[in-house]
T-cell receptor, first 114, second 115 residues
Framework: GESVGLHLPTLSVQEGDNSIINCAYS??????FIWYKQESGKGPQFIID?????DKRQGQRVTVLLNKTVKHLSLQIAATQPGDSAVYFC?????????????FGRGTSLIVHP | DVKVTQSSRYLVKRTGEKVFLECVQD?????MFWYRQDPGLGLRLIYF???????EKGDIPEGYSVSREKKERFSLILESASTNQTSMYLC??????????????FGPGTRLTVL
């Protein structure tokens, strides 16, 4: 029979507002974290990354915050635009055999209202 | 412009058919990955490969196999397709090593429907 998917967490904001998307990760050995954006009909695309020796990293209009104590990651988007509407995934990475193998969160749907 | 391409955007197959999904990357990446994506479940790793002829099981390998005969190409095989394999399949690649930016580059996805 047809499977029933889980509902994605959704964040609705007005254009121009700041957005904060949160992510809890599970593995205390994870030392590299990435945020991806997935627009409808496309594969995920890299937004920003951060390593465990940092607690904040800034990009263009985006900031990632890492709190290792509570295993929490957040993505802040400044002055959110309609083009930011997408599903956002966090990925935690543990080095395995000399490479990073990511584990993805379920994703958060961001809806920006003009 | 770096690219990961997948052989089909949409595919419809019948139960029991053998299905091949092809992925090619032009970035000389060591690592390649196959995921399936279902509503609300995020991306689940099926198989990955560190190098040519090498493969490792991911979280949900049952019902799938893979082949990596050339560095740029990673194939996902459904030996006998079943309806519960109806899904979006995403291929990705990344550089090896633990330094620098190690993000994954994704293809556009193949939406497979098994009838």
């Amino acid at each position: 029979g047809e499977s029933v998917g889980l509902h994605l967490p959704t964040l609705s904001v007005q254009e121009g507002d700041n957005s904060i998307i949160n992510c809890a990760y599970s593995n205390s050995a994870s030392d590299y974290f990435i945020w991806y954006k997935q627009e409808s009909g496309k594969g995920p695309q890299f937004i920003i990354d951060i390593r465990s020796n940092m607690d904040k990293r800034q990009g263009q209009r985006v900031t990632v915050l890492l709190n290792k104590t509570v295993k929490h990651l957040s993505l802040q988007i400044a002055a959110t635009q309609p083009g930011d509407s997408a599903v956002y995934f966090c990925a935690e990475n543990v080095g395995t055999g000399g490479s990073y193998i990511p584990t993805f969160g379920r994703g958060t749907s961001l809806i920006v209202h003009p | 412009d770096v690219k990961v391409t997948q052989s089909s955007r949409y595919l419809v197959k019948r139960t029991g058919e053998k299905v091949f999904l092809e992925c090619v990357q032009d970035m000389d990446h060591e690592n390649m990955f196959w995921y399936r994506q279902d509503p609300g479940l995020g991306l689940r790793l099926i198989y990955f490969s560190y190098d040519v002829k090498m493969k490792e099981k991911g979280d949900i390998p049952e019902g799938y196999s893979v082949s990596r005969e050339k560095k740029e190409r990673f194939s996902l095989i459904l030996e006998s397709a079943s309806t519960n394999q109806t899904s979006m399949y995403l291929c990705a690649s990344s550089t090896g090593g633990l330094a620098g930016e190690n993000e994954q580059f994704f293809g556009p996805g193949t939406r497979l429907t098994v009838l």
